[in-house]
């Protein structure tokens, strides 16, 4: 059994930051590689940050160089922290395992956290 409890998300003006967080029940949490993917209007559902169990980070290049994922495994936590934010990274934001948790040969998602940047 998994579940996933992203917050954090909110309204922004073009510039600001914003920090995700993401609360995981999962068995070996702390083996698993963890991603945040996002998801805008009209859009399919992209990988945009990873993390693997030892740490190593990789970034989809819209993102680079503004976000940065982290954890703690001790709290079964993932966060991502999002600076100099954009009008295109309005989307629903969800954590989730890389690739995504299956049941039942459906992918699992959480509920998501809304980001909203507009001036």
């Known amino acids: 059994q998994v579940q996933l409890v992203e917050s954090g998300g909110g309204s922004v003006q073009p510039g600001g930051s914003l920090r995700l967080s993401c609360e995981v029940s999962?068995?070996?949490?702390?083996?698993?590689?963890m991603g945040w993917y996002r998801q805008a209007p009209g859009n399919g559902r992209e990988l945009v940050a990873r993390?693997?169990?030892?740490?190593?980070?990789n970034y989809a290049d819209s993102v680079k160089g503004r976000f940065t994922i982290s954890r703690d495994n001790a709290k079964n936590t993932v966060y991502l922290q999002m600076n100099n934010l954009k009008p295109e990274d309005t989307a629903v934001y969800y954590c989730?395992?890389?690739?995504?948790?299956?049941?039942?040969?459906?992918?699992?998602w959480g509920q998501g956290t809304q980001v909203t940047v507009s001036s």
């Open positions: 993390i693997t169990s030892g740490g190593s980070t």
């Open positions: 989730n395992t890389v690739p995504p948790y299956r049941i039942r040969d459906s992918d699992y």
């Open positions: 999962a068995n070996r949490f702390s083996i698993r590689t």
